[in-house]
């Protein structure tokens, strides 16, 4: 399966392969008609976007891009979360699927882009100076942020798609961009007391599918929830469990 996020770029590396290769078969170069073939197959996969299982379980977070955890620290203040978080970053090589998934459920309360260079993402500066799109989400029913995810351009990527808008609702695993040709994908989360990291550093992750945390909610909306599920069992439940 090739991206939408992928457009326009898929369409013209087909109709080109396609009439390269019929161009050179009908010269008999055989040989570069075969190379021209491959060449656009593999430019064709840096647009793949295969099926995902995503995680059920409540409180359980996925990877936000697929690739290499490159580095997980924790921030004593991130301006987007208003306090401190943790940060998972994910470096995409070109070899990676690119498409970009929502760790978690939320809504789109922000999208912060910003200009900026096309350093190597392999260098430790690109994070705070290459161009960048960053979407921040809060937990739809009870209006806290819960994470942002950041998608950073590379020296080869200089396209970043973000796809969403202020507002709208993202399920866990949903797709809603990609960077092409690769690059640096972060993963904040505030209040690193309630945050059980699943990954390592130099882990390779999925994105949709590989958990890389485990987020405890606070405490009143955790016991709220059991409240509201007792009341939604009714009397006649409730008296049946407690027996």
Partial sequence: MISPFGKPHTTIII???VIGTAALLAMNWWISAGATALVALLLLAFFRDPHRPVP???GHLVA???GRVSSIHTLEHFEPLGGPAVCIRIFLSIFDVHVNRSPMHGRVAAIVRKPGKHLNALK???AELNESVMIVLKDPMHDRVVGAVRQIA???ARRIVCAVHEGEILQRGQRYGMIKFGSTTELYLPNPDRVCL???QGRYVYGGSTIVAIVSPPLGEEVGARGQKAQ???PEEQAASKG
Avoid: F, N, Y
């Fill in 124 to 126: 430790a500066e690109s």
């Fill in 64 to 66: 936000p891009a697929d």
């Fill in 154 to 156: 590379g020296a080869i």
């Fill in 56 to 58: 059920t379980m409540k």
């Fill in 15 to 17: 109709a080109l392969g």
């Fill in 232 to 234: 939604e069992r009714g």
């Fill in 198 to 200: 699943q990954v390592t």
